[in-house]
């Protein structure tokens, strides 16, 4: 088979040239095409039967005459889910559970810095100020109450630590009857997130963006939430609607927030999230660990195994539900 490669544009989510050359080593009857750039796709994406990309565009897409299968090396495919993409017969698998792991401690590790606000420490160490009477009190995570949106691999990541951490868990899903982690102490359907928002301490948004979710949390809902309770986002920026977000933290409608992900990623440098001193904000790296694109590769040569014996992959998006 002729196998695209294209994980170009974003440095970050470029694939080492190493991975391919990996790639074609355990695969030596299999021709493997590494495109640098969208032009060198588009010329390369003719004659493929596979894709190995986060980043095929209708464009390229409408130019494939052979592709049958789609593996996107991150979790979330909203980019991929265009119309002719939906509505073909091309398969599409994603790498979910691949940054179950990273992103879990990332939110913790969030969570955490709120809490004990290493953030205002941090700030301060800039300036060679002991902030001591500025940090104030802090607050451990245990026995408060942790609220989850979305259980998938990565909410069920964060459930498990949570549970470690001997926090009350809470989540919300699509399927409330469906097998959940051990130590929840309740699984809500989606009709009942605002009991979820008005019970947790803190609340992180971990579902997958589809048309349903989009926009999910705004105003109205943290309105919900308690005071003193933190929203942690590392899902997709655009399940939360940050002008309303950022104007409810500088009322202090909650006590602060963690964020990975943003409507229009990098963030503007004039956003109000920059300057508010209840916010701290990493730039979409939670998923990200050393050893990442072994993993990622490793992830995509499984399946490509499973293809060639003409077994079913695995991590099958259902395109009409967005993941």
Same mark, same amino acid.
């Given at each position: 088979?002729?196998?695209?490669?294209?994980?170009?544009?974003?440095?970050?989510?470029?694939?080492?040239?190493?991975?391919?050359?990996?790639?074609?080593?355990?695969?030596?009857?299999?021709?493997?095409?590494?495109?640098?750039?969208?032009?060198?796709?588009?010329?390369?994406?003719?004659?493929?039967?596979?894709?190995?990309?986060?980043?095929?565009?209708?464009?390229?897409?409408?130019?494939?005459?052979?592709?049958?299968?789609?593996?996107?090396?991150?979790?979330?495919?909203?980019?991929?889910?265009?119309?002719?993409?939906?509505?073909?017969?091309?398969?599409?698998?994603?790498?979910?559970?691949?940054?179950?792991?990273?992103?879990?401690?990332?939110?913790?590790?969030?969570?955490?810095?709120?809490?004990?606000?290493?953030?205002?420490?941090?700030?301060?160490?800039?300036?060679?100020?002991? @902030?001591?009477?500025?940090?104030?009190?802090?607050?451990?995570?245990?026995?408060?109450?942790?609220?989850?949106?979305?259980?998938?691999?990565?909410?069920?990541?964060?459930?498990?630590?949570?549970?470690?951490?001997?926090?009350?868990?809470?989540?919300?899903?699509?399927?409330?009857?469906?097998?959940?982690?051990?130590?929840?102490?309740?699984?809500?359907?989606?009709?009942?997130?605002?009991?979820?928002?008005?019970?947790?301490?803190?609340?992180?948004?971990?579902?997958?963006?589809?048309?349903?979710?989009?926009?999910?949390?705004?105003?109205?809902?943290?309105?919900?939430?308690?005071?003193?309770?933190?929203?942690?986002?590392? @899902?997709?920026?655009?399940?939360?609607?940050?002008?309303?977000?950022?104007?409810?933290?500088?009322?202090?409608?909650?006590?602060?927030?963690?964020?990975?992900?943003?409507?229009?990623?990098?963030?503007?440098?004039?956003?109000?999230?920059?300057?508010?001193?209840?916010?701290?904000?990493?730039?979409?790296?939670?998923?990200?660990?050393?050893?990442?694109?072994?993993?990622?590769?490793?992830?995509?040569?499984?399946?490509?195994?499973?293809?060639?014996?003409?077994?079913?992959?695995?991590?099958?998006?259902?395109? @009409?539900?967005?993941?």
């Amino acid at each position: 088979m002729h196998i695209l490669v294209y994980v170009a544009g974003d440095p970050v989510w470029t694939i080492p040239h190493s991975q391919v050359d990996r790639l074609r080593h355990l695969f030596p009857h299999h021709t493997f095409v590494n495109a640098e750039s969208e032009a060198e796709a588009q010329s390369d994406i003719e004659g493929a039967d596979v894709v190995f990309s986060s980043l095929v565009t209708p464009a390229l897409f409408a130019a494939a005459r052979h592709l049958r299968w789609v593996h996107s090396p991150a979790a979330g495919v909203g980019r991929l889910l265009f119309r002719e993409l939906r509505e073909s017969d091309v398969v599409l698998t994603n790498s979910s559970g691949l940054h179950a792991i990273p992103i879990a401690e990332h939110v913790f590790g969030l969570a955490i810095a709120l809490s004990r606000q290493f953030h205002v420490a941090a700030r301060r160490q800039i300036e060679h100020r002991f @902030a001591k009477e500025e940090i104030g009190q802090v607050r451990i995570l245990h026995d408060h109450h942790l609220g989850i949106v979305g259980l998938g691999a990565i909410g069920s990541a964060i459930a498990h630590l949570g549970v470690a951490f001997g926090m009350h868990v809470a989540a919300v899903r699509r399927h409330p009857d469906a097998p959940a982690p051990a130590g929840l102490d309740k699984v809500y359907g989606v009709p009942q997130l605002d009991d979820l928002l008005a019970a947790s301490d803190y609340v992180v948004v971990a579902a997958p963006l589809t048309a349903e979710t989009a926009g999910l949390v705004g105003s109205r809902e943290l309105r919900l939430m308690k005071s003193s309770a933190f929203l942690i986002n590392i @899902a997709r920026g655009k399940l939360v609607r940050e002008q309303e977000l950022a104007e409810e933290l500088r009322k202090g409608t909650i006590a602060g927030a963690g964020l990975d992900v943003f409507e229009h990623e990098p963030l503007d440098p004039g956003s109000p999230l920059w300057d508010l001193p209840n916010v701290i904000i990493t730039p979409h790296t939670s998923g990200f660990f050393e050893r990442y694109w072994d993993a990622a590769t490793d992830m995509f040569a499984d399946n490509l195994r499973r293809y060639d014996r003409g077994d079913p992959l695995f991590n099958v998006v259902d395109k @009409a539900a967005g993941y």
